[in-house]
Each structure stands twice: as structure tokens, then as C-alpha cells.
């Protein structure tokens, strides 16, 4: 008997040293970590006893000749090379934990989210180099984060990271809706294929956009959607990216594993690290169920509470803009043609001959505020205001903007009286032109601007290559810079919603000015071409995963040539889908992005994008299908109010909805947008109908979707 | 008759379109301008009618696959390729003019310069690619100078440089005082060879240096000076280096010619250019005479007259400084052993156990700034004071100082109290750990923070490698950098004194608030084993032909292990010599850099520095041998005062003056700081002696300098 105990207890202290395991607080998720030979770290993960990520390594490759005196020369005996911590780990201490706590967001899909996860943290120790690593894991009811972490040492004090060794090792050759690996941009369509057809698809998804960077034929961006055979969903992304270079997954398809790749810098390096330090959170939601994924908050939840204490000034804001006249052509965001090359400070705009379609003059700003004033609209974006803009596209050029100076037709005070007179607020715009270093420069100078002239929140953006030159856009360093200019907006007390920036892990949480950004294929594209006809109903599952999208939906005309006949571009979704767009994808900064004169045009179907809430205190994803359709149900911000949204892919949709989320004993009307029985988006997309009938508990609605289709609701009490 | 003279105009037609000749108001130098076959633009340049430039090729080598919209696909025929600013030219427009004129600097060696050329502006015509390039001639007494120009033009709006393409073909196989090319340091001895022996000696020449990168055996830096078998001097430098890559010379030691080598960015460009625009002067001086190199104002002459127009806040400035302690090794910058890595913000350094050797104390400051009070001293330097020396160094740190944040034991206030009591200035010191991006995110708030505390003048240092990485020290990106950084301490009414910069090439005319630079092998190294013994005599021909160099001069005890016993380090130099350095290294900065107990303890010799002036009416460099000796005698500004400064090389050197400058009709008494007849600046470097002797005009001197030797002689009126 004792000599049984005790074999027991070895076997058990024995299996304790080797492998950990970790339970979901419903336990339907089980995560096992292990030191396979050679002391290399692995996790597997399963859900509901399906395997989810099979046996896969950890870790980081560092580079060899770190030049930092603490980068020790380890001769590779049979022990670590100095550039290992992937393997020779043993583990030196493990600890567990539960953290259960709800909080409440400043905006959001929901008033108050939970965050409840067991915890475990494995410290390892690579006895040759002295070097100490812990992983900590955290496991949710709907999946797994775990980052890296490494404590203050004086064998790691610093170190440069050659590449980071995290491998998601799937069970089969699943779908996917990905994007190509890129280190510069995010603006492609999505792709459905399997995995193992990545390789062959690659070339054909790479579409041409001024500052791009393919580097892998198997690569694709996080957040990465899948779904396998059995019926399991599966997303991998990352939260808290901070000070850490951007994670793209390389799929060795021999094999269905994936591998971290990151971005490098300007030399090829992938990270220069201090300890104590940590990577952010690399992320592995699951669930049978589609609309778990949708509904899923764990990426806030594994970023760190609001560091902003006073939040009053942070406001969910519904706009238009001087914008879509400019991008499909109508407009220019140029003064002039009269010059090819200006030199701020020293070109002359007052002695240049205008070009006659500036969009943004003073004239066509205020019409924009009436209308913003007319309809309720919070806030009037305009684009083009500023000197510079003859020049700065595709020129590397440094000082390309100075973010204060106006170009003669802008009246900045006269236009920051009449807004205020009509009680709508001006939107600033800040095109960086990627030349990084002089926004930089310039940051301080233009947010005081703002603050003086009304604007309390701005567009960013980052087209084109990066200055400085040889850096990515993703690559630490720039990333770097984008949560500067964040930071420093919110000392500044200013919010920002940053186009071409890195794609949002949820850091929205900790600096809830981050009301958006785009860092996706957005609505200019379908002034650019168009986009898939099921885009919005793949978004939901991978760019809104990080945080909110300034989709800027709302178009109502969607043949582009009505607007600049030399433009053929069309709009491949049908007016009903875009209403219905206010509530699926989810933002608290949302556009009506079509002229004025097209919802003068339709004032029916624009009373929705008037109606509808921005921020929510419930949100119930009704049905859900990657590609091929998803439907919510949103309750508005302490009000007894809800909307309810959905769009299609290519085949349509038709929905079999039950309210049982409205209160009960309680009569509403439901006002439904929709496509009419042969709206389609390519042939007759403006074919809607609008009409009113009562609901109430459990009621249920039948509603078709046409192809890139789909519908928009408001529910009232009555 | 009248064919002959058909023929004649035709020939001098002809002639007139294909060289263009000018001349030195003088008429001893002579330049020629000549397209040569193919169109390449040839200039050639000869002295009293000896070859002092062969012929050789000008022009500009562009990036072919330049992404900018107004980089024109040209198909290479016959004509021009794209990548051409160099060949298949014609001359469109000549003109001619002369400029005269007298200006005053705000300090220098003399109190007005005379900027008298004539000048010669070709203006070129590509036909193929439709463009133009303007280079413009500067031939003066003393040299020439000359810069391509790009006219505001739609075919060349936007151009990326692959390699500036001009030539300097020297005559013959000329001795030149030389250091390696290198893209981040000049902190090397100079070498003194024949331009055929700079292949065989450059490994040795390349001395370790914490950032370095050389790129060619046989490239050198520029100021380089040359002295043919035929006893004329010849110096090859820039001017105005602004918004341009800093330029190397190549040696085609077949040849003997030097091709201009620029310094490239991260990704391998030499330079990002808009039209208008223009490249830094490319500068020639010649004579036979060596004082007229040291005595040449062309490279100030050059440069754009003063930006700031009330200068009254720009002092020369005579200091000391807690420095030279941390040099030796007996004090530290850091203020705490007891960690190995900062983060700041974060680390408390109040709990952490100082290391009782950090030399930035408060206590240790009052010491000096009673020092500098007691003897006159305009300001005290403290280096360390600022948190976060303890991993500043080889770690390629980011946020690696705030330049606000005092350690605990350095009272910011209590010493700007002190010292303001004392009526002496505090110096502020900006160590950017090379971190640019940081140190321009900080620059105004560092700046204010010095205005608030007192200080009007920061010395800023560039210590290893540049981030962001991949960049170079004097690459254009940093070359911006360090413009910007300067135009900024000028809104601030700061003084800069830029260490590990680039090299300077008159920008102080422009910026007078630029009193210094190192950014040359100085005085520290004296103390991490040695300058070569002759490396003063030659500076002034090289360093120094761009601008002051704070080489903090004064050490009076040579043998460092008498400072800290693990130093064994000595001062190649003998203490007269180091008097000497505080005329023959002009500076409106001087720093008597040794600890005051030294000075203490010589407090005769100590009197000199005390008494010179830094700031003058008149400079007589009254005799000069790049290698061999300097002297030169200078009278103060406003005063009827003169100082005589002589340093010699490893032969030491015997003087014979004749004091030609002094007033008529005045008795003066000279009082002579000199070696005594058996120092040596290895065996015996503290035997000087001090004697008075009454002189009038043209009295005459004999003085004998050891080797590295010199002496030192202040001639006031009797």
C-alpha cells in the first residue's frame, strides 16, 4: 500500500513537473502545458474534449550578437546557444489562480462586461544561460490568452528578439477568412478558402495598395477566422499590443501549424526588449456556437483597465464629413493644379489659381454643418483643410504637412463660430502621409490647435510608406509610435480614431479616447473598385475582434459615376445593408458617409442612420455565419430601445428571428428596413421598403436578405 | 579680313559655349567649366597656374526605380537613362557676378570678414528627360566653392539620390592628414601618409569606437587636408551641410582622384530631394601659404547670413565641469550600482543604495561652482545629473533619458539658487544615448526646463548607436535631426554644443547660437589612452576649417592613474601645450577642464586661462605646418590685449616672431607660459617656466616647444 502511495505520488509529482493543466470556469475548455524533450515549453488546447490546437512549441529565438553588455557569449555546448529561450527549460515554479470581476466600459457593445478566467503562470529557468521566462496563461469560457513575460534579470536585462517561436498547431486543414501577411497594410479582401490552399490563392489576394510588403506565400493577419470540418470555430489574434512588434501567422501547410512572424524594423530585427517586460496576449478564441465569437470580450479583458480617470470628455459621435466627394473624384482634398511641388512656409497659396473643386472651402463646410444641424449629427469631419496636400502622395516626402496652416478658402474661425452657433462640433483631420517623424514633431503644436479652435476629436492617417524610411508600419517601432500619439491625445484630452494604423487589440480599454480606426479594407474601396459582396459579414469575425472599425457606412448611391462620371466604381452592398451596418458593425464613432443630397434623396431610409444608437447597454448576437451573414440585437444606452441588424453575403439570407430579449409585458413597434424581393446589390441595389409592425416578447420576424443585402430595425416601446 | 574674323567669332563662339572660365578677384585661382563628350559637366582648377584640380566630372546619380510621380520612366536609348544627372547635357544659361561685401559674426576670430568672390551659375539642360541643374562657382581669394542647384521644375519634382557624382582629380600623389570614412564617428587619430599609402594603413587607422561603420579602404571624412610635393596646400570640405547627406571622398588611388561618397539612410539612399532645392557647397582651398588655410573665412562666407536677429543672448563662454572625473574613472555618471537595468518612471532611485562615487552630487556641484566664482568662470557643466545612467550605454536603449528627472541627490533647485548667488550660469547636459526619436519627443520640455532652472547653454552628446536603427550619425535623416535640434535651442534663446554630431561646415553663421561641436577625436580621449602627440597641430587644418570644436582643453596632470589608479591613460601633451590650445583652437566655448585641484595646485599657469580672452577682433596666424606647429596670435575683442597660442608635434618646434601686429608708439608687457628646455610631454610634461618681457611693435621672440610642447603668451599694455 505504501509503496504504492508513494509510487503514486512520484508518478503524480512526476506529471506535476511536466505537465500543467488548466480549466475553463466552465471547464469546457482544457489547456494542458508541458516541457516536451529538450525542455521545450508546449501548450495544446481542447474544448469540449475536441482537440482545438494540438501540441505546439513556445518560445523565442533572440539574436545572437546582441551588442547589450548583458548579452552574455554562451558558448552551445550541449546546453542553450545564446540565442535560445525556446528550449533547455526547466520549469522552476508554477502558480495558479481565479480572477472573477466586472467592470463597466466607457462605451460598448454592453454597459458591463465580466472577466473571469483561471490563471496559470509557469516560470521556467534555461540553467546554461541563467535566463528566467514565465508564461502566463489565462483561460475563459470562450478561450485562451497567454503572453510571455520576462522578469528583471541581469543575464536578460536586454535583449533583441530575432523572432518569436509561438506555434498554433491546428487539427486539420481548416476554413479560413484571412488576409495575406503583410507588413504594411490590411486593406485587402478577405479570402474563404482552406488552409491548405493559402499557397496557391496567395498571389491573386495580394491586391496592389501604395504601401505594402509581402514577405511570406503562407502568411496571413491576425485576427485570423476558422472554422473546421466538426463545426468548430476558431480565432487567433492578439490583445495589448504595446511597445511589441505586430504578430502575423505563417502557415506551414505541410503541417497546419502556425507560426509567429513579426514585424520587423528598419535592420530586420523583431524586437528590442528590457526585462522586466512582456509580449502582449496571443489569443485563441473558440466555440461551436458563431455568435460566441462575436460576443466574445476577452480581448479587453486581458488589456488593462482605464488608465483615463475622468472620461467625460470621451463621447460616442455621429458624423458626416467633407469626404466621400473627394474619394470618389467628385472633389479634391487639393487647392490647386498650379503647382507640382510645395515647400510649406514658403509656397504662396493666396498667389496660386485655384482648381475650382477644393471640397473643403468654407462654403461646402457650413452646408455640411447645416445639414449635421438639420439632422442631428454630432460632428462635421473635413478633410483637405490644410496646405500640403498637392504634393504629398507617393513622394516620401518629409515635411509634408504642418496640421495648423489653412488653406485661403478654410476659414478656421469663421468655421469654429458657425459650428458652435449650430452647436455641432468640427472633426479635425491629420493625414500624416506616414512621415512619422514630422507628425511627431509637429503632435503638440496640432492637438493645441484643435483644443483652441473646438475640435475635440480627430482622423489620422498613415498612407503611404513609412518615413522614417526602411520602417514598417507594423514593426515595434512604429507601433511605438501610434500609442504616443495616443497618450499624448489623451493628456490632450482629444480622441482619436486612426486610419492605416496597426489593427486595435482592445487597448480601447485602457485609453477609451481610441474611438476607432480603420486598419482594414473600409467603404473608400468601394469608391476604389468595390469590395466582396460579403465583406461586412466577414469583418465582424476578424478586424472588429481588436476593437471598433470606422467603417464609415451609409451609401445610398451606389453607382459611383453618378458622382464622377470618369469613376465606374460601384458599391456592392444594397441600401438596406447599409443601415443595417449601423448595428453590426460595431462603433461608437459612426459616418453617414454619402453626400447630403443622396439621404436628401431617400430621407426615409436615412431616418435610421438618425436614429439609431451608438452605444449600447446590451448586445445579442441573433445568428451568425462567417461570409455568409450576421444578426444583432443592440439595446440602447439607458433607453428601452433597441435595434436590430443584418447583412448578407452573396447567396442572401433569410432570417427566422425570435425576440426574446425584449421585456417582458411590454409592446413595441418595430420599424424593419429591407430589401424588397429583388433588390440585389449589383442590379438594383436602392430597393427598400420600410414598415411598421407591433412586437413584443418572443415575437418572431421572418425577413429576407437579398445578396450583400440585408435589413435594419428599431424597436420602440409603444 | 573679314572671313577671318567670321572664323575667329565662330571660334569663340564656339569655345564659349563649352568652357566657361573664372577667376579669383585676385586672379591668381582660376576655375573652367567644360561640358565634355557626352555632355558631362568638367570643372578644373589652377593656382598661379599650377594644377590644383584636374579635370573632373560633376553631376548626380539618381535612383532609377524612384516610386515619386514625377520620376518618369525613361527608356535608356541613346539618351539619358533615368538614373542620369551626370551625362548628356547642354549648357542653356551662364551668368556671371561679383560680390563684395563685409559682415560682422557675432563672435569669431576676427570681428568682420570681407565675402568677396566672383561667381559663375551654369545652368544645364537634359533634353531626353526635360531636366535642368544649375551649378553655381564661388571663386575666391582663398578657394573655391560650388553646389548643384535643382530649379523648381515638373520633370525633377521629386528625386531620390543614389550617389552624388563629383570628382576631385588631384594632380599627384599628394601627403594628406586623413581619417577613415565613416558613416557615425570621427573620433580617430589623424594619419598622416601619402594618398597612395591610405589603402595599406586604413586597418590600422580604424580604431575601435563604440558606433562605427566604415565602408570603403580607402574613403576619408572631409575637412581633408593635403600639401603637394610642390608645397601648396590644398583643403577639400562642405559648406552649409543642411537637409543633405554629409559627403566622404573616396580615393581613387589609381587615379588619384576622389569621388564624393555620401552617407546613407537605413535602406541604403543617399538623399530624399524636392526642387527647389539644392546640395551643400563642395569647397577647394588652396594656397601655398598654410596660415591662409587656417586664416581662410570661406566656409563662414559661405553660409546664409544670421537667422537670429537679436543675438544679445549668445555669450562665449569660458567653464569648468563636473566631467573630467567621470572621464578618469574616479566618478561615475550613474548614481547607483545597485541596478541593472532602468525604467523610467518606474524605478525608485530614492530606495535604491547609491554607489557612493557619482560625481553629480550637490555638494560636489557647490564645489565647483565656488571654484568658478573664485577664479571668473562664466558657467559650470554638470554631466550625470539626470536619472537613468545606470544602462544608458550599448543597450540601444529608446526611452532611455527625460532630460528633466534630477537624481536624488542633485538638488536642481537649491543649486540654480546657488549658483545665481554666486553670479555664475549652470551648463545643461543632454546625453541623447543616441535615442534621437527620443530626444526630439522630449527637446521642448527639456528646453523649457532649462529655461525655468536657469540654464542657457545644454552640450548635448549622440553616444553609440543611432535610433531609430539602421541609420547612420550623418546620414540626411540625422543630419535634419541635429538642424532641428539647433532651430529649436534658438526659439528657446539656447546655446547648443553638439558632441558626436556631424562635423560642422559654417552653419554658425546662420545659427550663431551653435558655439560648439566636438565631433572629432578631443580631450577625453586623452584619458582612454591617448591622442596621437602632433593631433593639435593638426585640428586647426582640418576639424576646425568648419567651425569651433569644444576640445576642452586645460589638463594640467597627464598621468591619469594619479586621478584613478586603474586609469593608466596619459595626456600627450605638456602643460604649456595646453595653455597654448586656448588660442590655437579657437572657440567661443572654452572649458578648463581638469579637476580644480590641479589647478590649485599650478595656480600660476592656472592664471593664463583666467586671463585669455575668448572672443576677438584680429587673428595673425603668424606661422603653420599641418602635422608640425601652429601659432597664432589674437587680440581680444575690445581691448588693447593680445594672446600668442603655439603647439607643436612629436619634434617639438623653435619660433621666431616678430610681433608685426602690435600698436604703434605702445610698450606692452609679454608674459610667456612656456616648456622649460627639457619637457617632454611623455617623460617630463609639468616643467614650464613664466617670464615677463617688455615688447613693442615688431619686437622679436625665440621659443622653443617641446615635443608636444607649445607656449602661451598674453601681451597687455605696460
Given at each position: 500500500?505504501?509503496?504504492?502511495l ?10 506535476s ?5 488548466l480549466?475553463?470556469?466552465n471547464?469546457?475548455?482544457?489547456m494542458?502545458?508541458?516541457l516536451?524533450?529538450g ?9 469540449k474534449?475536441?482537440q482545438v ?61 465580466r ?11 534555461q540553467e546554461?544561460?541563467?535566463?528566467q ?14 503572453r510571455y ?10 535583449f ?5 517561436r509561438?506555434q498554433?498547431?491546428?487539427?486539420g ?5 484571412w ?7 490590411q486593406e485587402y479582401d ?8 493559402i499557397?496557391?490563392?496567395?498571389t491573386?489576394a495580394?491586391?496592389a ?8 506565400p ?11 470540418d466538426e ?18 501567422l ?11 512572424w ?7 530585427d523583431?524586437?528590442h526588449?528590457?526585462s ?5 496576449w ?24 482605464s488608465?483615463?480617470?475622468?472620461t ?28 507640382s ?15 475650382g473643386?477644393?471640397g ?6 457650413k ?8 439632422h442631428?449629427?454630432?460632428a462635421?469631419?473635413?478633410?483637405g483643410?490644410?496646405?500640403?496636400w ?6 516620401s516626402?518629409?515635411y ?7 488653406y485661403?478658402d478654410?476659414?478656421?474661425k ?17 493625414e ?6 514630422n ?9 493645441r ?11 489620422s492617417?498613415y498612407v503611404?510608406?513609412?518615413l522614417?524610411?526602411g ?6 517601432w ?33 485609453y ?46 451606389m ?26 458593425m460595431?462603433?461608437p ?5 454619402d453626400?447630403p ?10 431616418q435610421f442612420?438618425?436614429d439609431?444608437?451608438i ?8 445568428e ?14 439607458g ?17 427566422e ?7 417582458k ?11 424588397l ?8 441595389p ?23 443585402g440585408?435589413?435594419?430595425?428599431q424597436?420602440?416601446e409603444?
Open positions: 500500500m505504501r509503496i504504492n508513494f509510487l503514486f505520488a512520484c508518478l503524480f509529482w512526476f506529471s513537473v511536466h505537465a500543467q493543466e480549466q475553463s470556469p471547464g469546457q475548455l482544457k494542458t502545458f508541458k516536451a524533450d525542455g521545450i515549453p508546449t501548450y495544446k488546447l481542447d474544448y474534449n475536441q490546437i494540438k501540441s505546439s512549441a513556445l518560445g523565442l529565438e533572440l539574436k545572437g550578437d546582441n551588442k547589450g553588455k548583458d548579452f552574455a557569449n554562451y558558448t552551445a555546448n550541449d546546453g542553450a546557444s545564446s540565442s535560445s529561450l525556446f528550449d533547455h527549460f526547466t520549469i522552476s515554479n508554477t502558480e495558479t489562480s481565479t480572477f472573477d470581476e466586472t467592470w463597466k466600459p466607457v462605451w460598448g457593445e454592453v454597459n458591463q462586461i472577466n473571469h478566467y483561471n490563471e496559470l503562470a509557469v516560470t521556467l529557468q546554461q544561460t541563467n535566463r521566462l514565465t508564461i502566463r496563461f489565462r483561460l475563459f469560457d470562450d478561450g485562451l490568452g497567454f513575460e520576462f522578469p528583471a534579470q541581469r543575464d536578460l536585462a536586454y533583441v528578439i530575432k523572432e518569436e509561438t498554433f498547431a491546428m487539427s486543414d481548416h476554413t479560413a477568412w488576409i495575406p501577411g503583410d507588413y504594411d497594410t478577405y479570402t474563404e478558402s482552406k488552409l491548405s490552399d499557397r496557391e490563392v496567395m491573386k495580394v491586391t495598395n501604395i504601401s505594402q510588403k509581402s514577405f511570406s503562407t502568411a496571413v493577419q491576425t485576427a485570423l477566422m476558422m472554422k473546421t463545426g468548430l470555430y476558431i480565432n487567433l489574434h492578439e490583445a495589448a499590443l504595446i511597445n511589441y512588434a505586430c504578430m502575423h505563417d502557415l506551414d501547410d505541410k503541417n497546419f501549424v502556425f507560426n509567429s513579426l514585424t520587423p524594423d528598419a535592420v530586420g523583431k524586437g526588449m528590457q522586466p517586460g512582456k509580449s502582449p496571443r489569443t485563441i478564441m473558440v466555440s461551436d456556437d458563431a455568435r460566441e465569437i462575436l460576443a466574445s470580450k476577452m480581448t479587453l479583458n486581458l488589456n488593462d483597465p488608465k483615463i480617470e475622468d467625460s470628455w470621451i463621447k460616442p459621435t455621429k458624423y458626416v464629413g467633407v469626404w466621400w466627394e473627394m474619394i470618389t473624384g467628385k472633389s479634391t482634398w487639393a487647392y490647386t493644379d498650379a503647382v511641388s510645395v515647400q510649406l512656409g514658403q509656397t504662396d497659396y493666396t498667389k496660386l489659381q485655384p482648381n473643386k477644393h473643403a472651402n468654407t462654403a461646402n463646410v452646408r455640411y454643418i447645416d445639414f449635421a444641424a438639420k442631428g449629427f454630432d462635421v469631419l473635413v478633410e483643410w490644410n496646405v500640403g498637392e504634393d504629398w502622395f507617393g513622394n516626402k518629409d509634408v504637412f504642418d496640421f495648423v496652416t489653412p485661403p478654410f476659414d478656421v469663421g468655421i469654429q463660430a458657425y459650428a458652435k452657433s449650430k452647436n455641432v462640433k468640427m472633426m479635425m483631420h491629420h500624416t502621409s506616414s512621415s512619422v517623424r507628425y511627431e514633431r509637429h503632435l503638440d503644436t496640432a492637438y490647435f484643435m483644443k483652441e479652435h473646438g475640435y475635440d476629436a480627430v482622423k492617417g503611404g510608406d513609412i522614417p524610411r520602417e514598417n508600419h507594423y514593426s515595434q512604429i507601433v511605438n509610435h501610434f500609442q504616443y500619439a495616443l497618450e499624448k491625445a489623451a493628456e490632450y484630452k482629444i480622441m482619436l480614431n486612426a486610419h492605416e494604423s496597426v489593427r486595435p487589440t482592445g487597448i480601447t480599454r485602457t477609451p479616447n481610441l474611438i476607432g480606426n480603420e486598419s482594414a479594407r473600409g467603404t473608400e474601396y468601394q469608391a476604389f473598385g468595390g469590395n466582396k459582396p460579403n465583406h461586412v459579414t466577414v469583418l465582424p469575425f476578424t478586424r472588429l475582434v481588436g476593437g471598433p472599425m470606422d467603417y464609415t457606412p451609409g451609401i445610398f448611391e453607382d459611383v459615376s453618378k458622382i464622377n462620371p470618369e469613376n465606374t466604381s460601384h458599391v456592392n452592398s444594397t441600401l438596406a445593408n447599409q443601415l443595417a451596418l449601423y448595428v453590426t460595431y462603433s464613432l459612426q459616418m453617414a458617409a453626400l443630397e443622396h439621404y436628401e434623396k431617400f430621407s426615409d431610409a436615412f442612420i438618425k439609431v444608437a452605444d449600447w447597454d446590451e448586445s445579442h448576437y441573433l451568425a455565419e462567417p461570409g455568409a451573414y450576421v444578426t444583432v440585437a443592440r439595446k440602447a444606452k433607453k428601452n430601445e433597441w435595434f436590430i441588424g443584418s447583412v448578407a453575403g452573396e447567396n442572401g439570407h433569410t432570417s428571428l425570435k425576440l426574446d430579449f425584449l421585456e409585458g411590454k409592446k413595441y413597434i418595430a420599424k424593419i428596413y429591407a430589401d424581393a429583388d433588390a440585389h446589390y449589383k442590379t438594383n436602392q430597393a427598400y421598403t420600410i414598415k411598421e409592425v407591433e412586437v413584443k416578447l418572443n415575437s418572431k420576424l421572418k425577413l429576407k436578405s437579398a445578396p450583400a440585408g435589413y435594419a430595425i424597436i420602440r409603444k
